[in-house]
T-cell receptor, first 118, second 111 residues
Framework: GAVVSQHPSWVICKSGTSVKIECRSL??????MFWYRQFPKQSLMLMATSNEGSKATYEQGVEKDKFLINHASLTLSTLTVTSAHPEDSSFYIC??????????????FGAGTRLSVL | GQSLEQPSEVTAVEGAIVQINCTYQTSGFYGLSWYQQHDGGAPTFLSY????GLEETGRFSSFLSRSDSYGYLLLQELQMKDSASYFCAVGLTGGGNKLTFGTGTQLKVEL
């Protein structure tokens, strides 16, 4: 099956610093990746759709300048949380749609990054 | 707007059968998926229904009724390792490849 690697798995940073999270598709090419945010005991909330070679599409209410997404290659998307604050502390998860592209929209998820902002 | 509602918690004993429901209000979607997520882990795909009816995959089965705006995940022969959160999800028509997830159900399997 498709494997998605996410790094780092856990990060602690000081308020005001920026944090970069990487999401890689290891054995397939992903023209589209997705970034989610998940608070404890809650569902996955889609933040943005990352498109290779073009700008990301952000969901309503998600600050583009706060959460920078870059999808420079077919196997790598990055999410940078800029000027992080304690309220940005959360579990961030990426996913990619698996191949072959068919009727089933199966997404493969990274292991997630737990961000704690002090 | 779009919404997929699930019970927040379900508790069952090992070896039992449990059904997790998903009721939805959407304008149109391609199919209903189910994902499992253990605490602190990645969601993993379990099952998919494109059409009405039952889909069986080992101990897990999933059902969809578009006319009733309702679906469920059925877990048989429950094991302790099935304790996790379960999410239904839909790919909305006109929504590209993105998925909208349900509120999630935390399943606790007890001895």
């Amino acid at each position: 099956g498709a494997v998605v690697s996410q790094h780092p798995s856990w990060v602690i940073c000081k308020s005001g610093t920026s944090v970069k999270i990487e999401c890689r598709s290891l054995d397939f090419q992903a023209t589209t990746m997705f970034w989610y945010r998940q608070f404890p005991k809650q569902s996955l909330m889609l933040m943005a759709t990352s498109n290779e070679g073009s700008k990301a599409t952000y969901e309503q209410g998600v600050e583009k300048d706060k959460f920078l997404i870059n999808h420079a290659s077919l196997t790598l998307s990055t999410l940078t949380v800029t000027s992080a604050h304690p309220e940005d502390s959360s579990f961030y998860i990426c996913s990619a749609r698996g191949l072959p592209l068919g009727a089933k929209n199966i997404q493969y998820f990274g292991a997630g990054t737990r961000l704690s902002v002090l | 707007g779009q919404s997929l509602e699930q019970p927040s918690e379900v508790t069952a004993v090992e070896g039992a059968i449990v059904q997790i429901n998903c009721t939805y209000q959407t304008s149109g979607f391609y199919g209903l998926s189910w994902y499992q997520q253990h605490d602190g882990g990645a969601p993993t795909f379990l099952s998919y229904n494109a059409l009405d009816g039952l889909e069986e995959t080992g101990r897990f089965s999933s059902f969809l009724s578009r006319s009733d705006s309702y679906g469920y995940l059925l877990l048989q022969e429950l094991q302790m390792k099935d304790s996790a959160s379960y999410f239904c999800a839909v790919g909305l028509t006109g929504g590209g490849n993105k998925l909208t997830f349900g509120t999630g159900t935390q399943l606790k399997v007890e001895l």
